[in-house]
C-alpha cells in the first residue's frame, strides 16, 4: 500500500508541475520575439533569383548545361526537374538538387552540386599531383 500512496503523491506533483510550466510557456508571438535581437532588423528572405547576381555569375562558370527551373526557400536554392510544382505549406525531403545558398552578397555552392559535377565542367580548374607540396601541407 505504501507503494501506490507514494506513486500517487509523486503523480500528483508531476501534474502540478507541469501545469506550472504551460501556464508559464511562451506562446508563438513570444518566441518570435525572443529570437529577434534588439535594434536589429529580420532580413528578408530571397524570393526571386533576380536578387541573387552571385548565383548569375558562379553558374557562367559551369559548362555543363544544367537543364530544369531553378527554386529558391529562404536563402537556399534548388534545381527542379521541369514541371514540379512546389506548394506552399508542404515540407519536401527532396526539393531537388542543392546548388547552394545565398548569404551576405555570396553564393556559398553545396555539396551537391559539387559531387555532380567534373572538373571538366567548369571553365577554370586547378589540378595537382599528389606529391606536390600545396598538397602535402593541406
Request: with cysteine.
Amino acid at each position: 500500500m505504501r507503494t501506490v500512496s507514494a506513486f500517487s503523491r509523486i503523480w500528483h506533483r508531476a501534474k502540478a508541475i507541469l501545469r506550472l510550466c504551460l501556464e508559464n510557456a511562451p506562446t508563438a508571438k513570444d518566441r518570435v520575439k525572443m529570437s529577434e535581437k534588439p535594434g536589429e532588423k529580420q532580413k528578408a528572405p530571397v524570393s526571386d533569383l533576380k536578387d541573387c547576381p552571385e548565383f548569375a555569375v558562379f553558374m557562367q562558370q559551369i559548362t555543363k548545361p544544367l537543364s530544369g527551373k531553378t527554386e529558391v526557400q529562404k536563402e537556399r536554392i534548388y534545381l527542379l526537374p521541369e514541371g514540379t510544382k512546389i506548394e506552399r505549406g508542404i515540407r519536401y525531403l527532396r526539393t531537388g538538387l542543392y546548388l547552394g545558398d545565398q548569404k551576405k552578397k555570396r553564393f556559398e555552392p553545396s555539396q551537391a552540386l559539387a559531387m555532380c559535377l567534373k572538373a571538366e565542367d567548369f571553365k577554370k580548374s586547378v589540378s595537382f599531383k599528389g606529391d606536390d607540396e600545396r598538397v602535402i601541407r593541406y
